[in-house]
């Protein structure tokens, strides 16, 4: 068994087809959506844990290939520098999982790691590039 | 007529008697005793701010080297300077993006380095004079080798400043930070009701002449900073309603820290600085006690569509700081979530470092030179055909949303 967090994107549009239940049906894999973005003319977005027999989930991500569906590895860990860290908060409203947040009312950012979905999204809105990602 | 004059402000805090609060505490005391009250019992309050500024930068002297040098062109760490000025005078821009490391180094980041006490590496070339007959140059220095550092920003602490957000479908990377595809998020940019020109929005105290706290050290507003626009729409309290009024800061580099100036990447923008600026307000009568009392439920801005690429950006909605610092405001009828680009958290440090400092005495208040400018208005630039189509004076149409 092995276990992938991973970042899937679907075209603009393409929002009929059941994607997670072909996952589940077809290649026995256990799902868990932990962020969603759908709407029917946007780029589409789905955070997943994927867990299941590897042989079957390099099937289905060849499945999702042919599907349109653009399929990457979420496997970076992010780290955030407490030293470089200025709390300005620019990387609060990028951040889909509320990892990352502002306490108040001390106004002093604050990481949850184990909420993050290391989509990294933050590491590029931080302005004193005090977000690192490694793998 | 004034209860208290800045002379009068000055000798209490020569006797270490003067009454300081920040800028957040004195609208508890309004609240509670009544702005009459508060302006009897309150001496001075510090305002603090700590946001990106890109109309940031330094002048340099460097020395002259022997044989000596008239430098035209000049790079520190690989970073253009100006040099157009005498023989080893420079000016160094925040924005200035490195010729080898491209938007992961500027000059803010120079700045840095100089102020943190580190080593840069100075190259300069020349066509050569008779009295300056070095044609090339290239050495080390640090913020102590050399003459002269001083700040100097033509625009700080911007008096209000619009949010963004982004109505398209894809993300852009603005000086507002990074905005996501359908409204995904708003970033908003001041420190609210502790911000300096929000605790005095007629200008009466801060003027030219103003002593400021400036990236660690004592500075000064130097003059009205660029884009000032006092004319802004403002409220029944007086606070505009977008960006208005702007100040001019210098201060020496030597004296500065970097825990109150930084060096700051914007995504696919480029660099910009991170300015520390604390500005005390002597509370001389009631309607400073009154101004100074504005809460952030009483400061509103507009939201405005960074993905028109146009000078004047459509206007989504108006809100309170109050409604953004809550952390998402409704756009549609959908929460969206909101975030600050300036450090509300290091400008309270700012703040209550000022306070302390004007406490012990070691800070006095200097009484404006000269007011600020009540009445100018910012223009736009016109593309012309000809010179002579220049002419004529165009005024208005202000980008309100108040680009860096």
Redesign the interface.
Known sequence: MKKVKALLTFP?GDIGKPITYHLVKDYDLWVNILHAEI?A???GKLVLDIEGEEDNIDRAVIFLGEQGVKFRLLNGSVALSEEKC?????????CPSGSL??EKP???LVFLKDKCYACQ?CV??C???AITVTI | MPFKSFDEINQKIREKKAVVVTAEEIKEIVQEKGPGRAAKEVDVITTATFGPMCSTGAFLNFGHSDPPIRMSKVWLNDVPAYGGLAAVDAFIGATELSETKGFEYGGAHVIEDLIAGKKVKLRATSYGTDCYPLREIETWITKESINQAYMFNPRNCYQNCGAATNSSDKTIYTYMGTLLPAFGNVNYSTTGELSPLLNDPLYRTIGIGTRVFLGGAQGYVAWQGTQHNPCQTRGENSVPIGSAGTLALIGDIKEMDTRFIRAAVFEKYGVTMFVGVGIPVPVLDEEMATFAAVRNKDIYTNVYDYSVPSRSRPIISRVSYEELRSGNMAINGRKVPTAPLSSLKVAREIADLLKARIAAGEFLLQEPVMPLPSDSRQKTLEIVEAAEDATASRVGGTREEGSR
């Open positions: 603009p709407a003319t946007k780029t200025i709390h300005c908060g620019a990387c609060t409203s990028v947040y502002m001390a106004w002093t999204l590029k809105a302005p004193v590039r």
